[in-house]
């Protein structure tokens, strides 16, 4: 078993770390680090544990240490939950004292030589990791997931890329109050309402989508624009996606190129990776966010109504995914997984 | 005062027609006529009264007709918020008998004498009427207005296509729950959910759009695709929107050429016209559906986030609008409106 | 293994049974039976399924049947899922034709020869059984749950009925839009809303409560006013209940009392018995309806916020259920459990 | 015209305040004030306006002031929306530099001699005016308006506590999201959620209910017992109340005398007040938060469903009140006018 650290542990995202990594056959928990507020405090007061299923056994008991490699000693990897803020300093410490460091922040995302990671679409990108420690002069390593709705997105879009080519993606969200992490939205602000505007969430999406489904030296070349909308759902991102392909494409040959679609954690077999990375449902209502953001635990792309795109010529389509789990820390989870199996680990 | 009656006047749609038409200062409110279930009762009785103002004392005693014009009599002209179903054959009927009918079916939208009709983009199509009583050899008509969506698509579409030229538009929308009629959605279906689906809405998206923005005899040249999705919300359609344009334009000039726009019911000052069919919100995150849903009484087209679009070359932006009012009763109104000024009534 | 028939098989409820008995030690599913429209055809079309996991494989290729014992045969027991005014005269077919019928519906609870069980409150009312037969002159069975409100209200009230004796029970429910079946409660009615009525509701709870506590053959004589009222949750009924006891009690008394309380199905360790039958929260702001509805697998009461009535005397407190689970399908097979356990199965 | 300030404007009830005075033809909105951190802004640049019709013109330029009678001058009354912790020490500055503040704070509610008033429910209580006058020696004087629920409960329960008499009231509440200011409840805790606590909510109620329908000098003397919910809607408290009375009382004579009643408010013909106080509506599912929370524009509590209560022996009801509304701003206006009305101002 390696030991894991969780930095910025007791917000939304730090709990599902938490949750995810509960009973994982790998790595566990033995140190949790927030902000001073909660620092020396034990886990189970810090958080405002805000998941039905009850906080770990051996984690409630945990202090509650600083963010600095000084006071997370003896782990053997860092998982960051941090806010983007604080995290681009805090995991370069880390990097620096040696900590290969999985990232749900976006600090270091776009930086070139670190790795923006979702590993069924681009893991050959951990190739950066040699570059960055050549380039920083450290030991550890910055290892990123990207934004949520680009990790869904991206899933969706790399069978198509592969096979089909891509000019031209629009994109519009309906994103679930979970993202915005606690307290996050207040209830006055989405009761009966749409929020049509989420910060930097589409300048993310345009930048970030190029990036993964580019070579680790050089970003896809095609066109991204984003839209990205607030809606009173609990957990799950569902978009709709329409593109411009460079290859003609009939819906039936996307549905089964996404279907069939498997990545080198589903090859390595890894223990987070889903059976199906994207899942296509045949029925005409669905996806449907409740129903099915669980699939392959949170980790697959679900994907529907792939369709011919009168405007643009390619197909159009609907994809939901689990925005603190395949958006968040379950795709940094993966990420370890993937790193293990590499010998990063 | 000109005496109306209402077809279909105890579902949503009806029931909004009531509530808006009481008070109106040109009509009255004489007839209601629905299905055989209800047919005989008093419209109190019959109708499962939705709306928090109560049933209009004028109407309430009303009793309820049979949808035909032996029932229906001593009108000046018809309303029907028929199901699109019965609504082919009984406006026929109505026409027949020399009624004039606005309609908000979607039965004959689409025939090419019948004009659909949103008046401050389209005023012109009128002149289809003096062709449909020619081909159908009738002296009524029938006039529809157009899908909910569509009504507000079009309203900030039109100042686009007028000033800059429109290739291409790709639309996502989040639809409210009335959208879907009583009892529509069950609540089941919604509560912490988003349905990606509307039944035939894309397809009446993306033809309505052309006929109505194009000339009276042919429907305008650009590409449209939609994406139709139901969201949590009582009232109020919001749609993100894509566009590549003919010519060069940025946010400020498209703000601008929506903000200035007024169309002929804004001259003819026509009693249901907004005075800004177009509102255009500065703040980064409007309009919002709660918010904003009742601009112009909820007759104005509400946009927001005006930016360019990386993909497609043009502006993206935000539009609401009111569903059963711009989107439908209201829409109906302000053409029955806009008949009589044009002595068509 | 024995096998057994769900009667009402495609509607909420059913849906629950099916799910909650896959993968269930002691009890298969072979058999479905639903109304008319339904019969004849595969189960996975005729049921609108709405869990957000997939049918079970063993029972979605099973053709739908009459709900006839001549129709439904070679099952061991029948659970029943139909609705009231069917449930009535079908339950009595099949109990005359020698079945064992545990039913949800409330066609036969409170007739003073059938078990309305509540096997942690009231186990020995099974007793009831040997009086049906003679009477009925039938070698099958009825036995009835609770309506959902009253399975965990009566849960919570067991301990302070034996502990402290009631005098009487105020109760005030918020429940949640499963209760009402599919498609039950219209969005439209339920969105931004609360609806304070559910037809037969508040006589079920205040005459069932009587019946459960009471002996095989005497009602207890507490007096119960119950008001009940529709929220915009999926699942989980919450409940302000205020008693006025027959000995003095102070919360923390009262809350050893339930903490600590287990009946006869924990002893005889039934497979959908929870560990605790009633789970004490000590946060102030707890039980919360989704955060608590999972407690014990969705069997357990969840109670919180135990204080002095300053209007009555006795206690004060909040109880949570999961109204599917305990409130309906998971009591029936609990008691179905319970029956076998008992040898009466 | 009385010029009038409003202390706390940049709030959620002061915001409704600045709407509500709107248009009063009595009093004009002269000055706002508020925290440190939005004096010296123009008010709509401080206040994070949140309703759906614009802030008043008058207003919006306004500056925000400090909140002290040095920094608010020239203005004929004080309205307060202040937190509670502060408005105890600043009410008080108020009333020695001889204003009448109207406050909707708890701070000073249950002091004996400041008049905890709903006019049509103990008008009389502002003689406690003099007395607070000789014994605090300042010219001012505190007013104050109850708590939400409170409001609504009392005006509810006047005229059975007149014609039948008292002795014990049950009342469970499901109240809104608004209650709670803003930012308030998150969002991530309410939606499919219930919140089964509001922190002193029903301790207030307890208190204030004996105070309001007590004499001037001595609260009245049944008993009350108050659980209090939040639930996901956003205006509007719905109470679920039970009472044991003196007097025998069937359900029509209560709905009689409730549906009769009047105050002073009503016979001064006060610009605020409803023409009636309790509207007793018939439906059986009536009154529902989001149909019925603006009768009498959202000053008139809504009762229905009064029916025998047989645990109390009284009657049992349902009660709907606009808690920021009759439960906040409105109260205060209201009890300004039957100030001026009773020449105190």
Not at 54 to 59: L, Q, S
Not at 179 to 190: Q, R, T, W
Request: aromatic residues 6%.
């Amino acid at each position: 078993m390696l030991k894991a650290a969780v930095l910025g542990a007791t917000g939304m995202v730090g709990q599902i770390f938490i949750r995810l990594l509960n009973g994982h056959p790998w790595f566990e928990v033995t140190a949790v680090a927030a902000s001073e507020r909660s620092s020396g405090l034990k886990y189970s007061e810090a958080a405002n544990w805000k998941l039905s299923t009850p906080i770990p056994e051996n984690v409630a008991d945990l202090e509650v240490l600083d963010v600095t490699p000084k006071a997370v000693k003896n782990v053997d990897l860092v998982f960051s939950a941090l806010p983007a803020d604080v995290a681009g300093k805090v995991e370069e410490d880390f990097a620096k004292a040696g900590y290969v460091v999985l990232s749900n922040a976006s600090a270091h995302r776009m930086e070139p030589d670190v790795p923006l990671l979702n590993p069924e679409v681009n893991g050959d990108h951990i190739s950066l990791i040699e570059e960055q420690r050549r380039k920083r002069k450290w030991d550890g390593a910055i290892v990123t997931n990207p934004n949520c709705s680009t990790a869904i997105l991206t899933l969706a879009l790399k069978p198509l890329y592969d096979g089909f080519g891509i000019n031209r993606v629009i994109v519009s969200t309906m994103q679930a109050l979970s993202g915005a992490g606690y307290p996050g939205v207040a209830s006055l602000d989405i009761v009966d309402n749409v929020i049509p505007f989420i910060r930097n969430e589409e300048e993310k999406m345009q930048s970030e989508s190029l990036k993964i489904l580019g070579t680790p030296s050089k970003p896809a070349d095609f066109k991204v624009s984003a839209s990205c909308h607030r809606v009173a759902t609990l957990d799950g991102h569902i978009e709709a996606v329409f593109t411009e392909l460079k290859h003609e494409a009939d819906p039936e040959s996307v549905a089964k190129a996404m279907s069939s679609f498997v990545g080198e954690p589903q090859k390595l077999k890894l223990p987070t990776a889903p059976a199906k990375p994207i899942v296509v449902k045949k029925e005409e209502d669905r996806p449907q966010v409740r129903l099915d953001r669980m699939e392959g635990n949170g980790m697959s792309a679900v994907v529907g109504r792939i369709r011919k795109d009168p405007a643009l010529g390619g197909v159009k389509f609907i994809v939901l995914g689990h925005n603190t789990i395949r958006g968040a820390a379950g795709c940094s989870i993966l990420n370890a997984e993937y790193l293990k199996a590499k010998k990063y680990l």
